[in-house]
């Protein structure tokens, strides 16, 4: 399979900015996402690029997408104690919904 | 609402056990899949099914197997359980890409098996 790198962890202050960064492998993928997973939960698709894109925004959350260095990031304005989970980026490679994951990065947000 | 429901949320069996993980959708999608999360190594796709009575393996496929009788339901099944089986177990259900469409795939809530 795929192999999707990101960092395992992150602390960041309530009120900053979260950046969460990942690589991946196929530039064949047509959508890269990233996924939250809440403590004693599932995931939850949190938002996505289409592979055309080089940013995307959605209220608090900005996607940047740099196809040439197959580097995607998640950016999380203002952040908050509700934000902390682990959020994982995936790469969709034959494009049939079979995700590869990255390891998953454990936000933590302190007061 | 759209769910995705895991039977169990967590579960103790015993080495040798034949163990049965069960996923129902509610959502009539074709596609339904069966991860394991491990720390540190994020989701693994162990196996998935396209349609009714069909399954292709992941990428770890080893001592597992599936079952789909029905288009709502997919069973994970451990047919002799081994200590290196521990780990939380994710069902996800999606239907099938159209064209440049993006779709959704959703995530039961995950059961946690240990196996003693």
């Known amino acids: 399979g795929e192999d999707v790198e990101q960092s395992l962890f992150l602390s960041v202050r309530e009120g900053d900015s979260s950046v969460i960064n990942c690589t991946y492998t196929?530039?064949?993928?047509?959508?890269l996402y990233w996924y939250k997973q809440e403590p004693g939960a599932g995931l939850q698709l949190l938002t996505y690029?289409?592979?055309?894109?080089d940013m995307k925004q959605d209220q608090r959350l900005t996607v940047l997408l740099n196809k040439k260095d197959k580097h995607l990031s998640l950016r999380i304005a203002d952040t908050q104690t509700g934000d902390s989970a682990i959020y994982f980026c995936?790469?969709?490679?034959?494009?049939?919904?079979?995700?590869?994951f990255g390891a998953g990065t454990t936000v933590t947000v302190r007061a | 609402d759209v769910k995705v429901t895991q039977s169990s949320r967590y579960l103790v069996k015993r080495t040798g056990e034949k163990v049965f993980l069960e996923c129902v959708q509610d959502?009539?999608?074709?596609?339904m899949f069966w991860y394991r999360q491990d720390p540190g190594l994020g989701l693994r796709l162990i196996y998935f099914?396209?349609?009714?009575?069909?399954?292709e393996k992941g990428d770890i496929p080893e001592g597992y197997s599936v079952s789909r009788e029905k288009k709502e339901r997919f069973s994970l099944i451990l047919e002799s359980a081994s200590t290196n089986q521990t780990s939380m177990y994710l069902c996800?259900?999606?239907?099938?890409?159209?064209?440049?469409?993006?779709?959704?795939?959703?995530f039961g809530q995950g059961t946690r098996l240990t196996v003693v």
């Open positions: 996800a259900s999606s239907p099938p890409l159209t064209g440049t469409m993006n779709t959704e795939a959703f």
């Open positions: 196929d530039s064949s993928s047509t959508y």
């Open positions: 690029i289409f592979s055309n894109m």
């Open positions: 995936a790469e969709d490679p034959y494009n049939d919904y079979k995700l590869s």
């Open positions: 959502m009539d999608h074709e596609n």
């Open positions: 099914s396209y349609d009714v009575k069909m399954k």
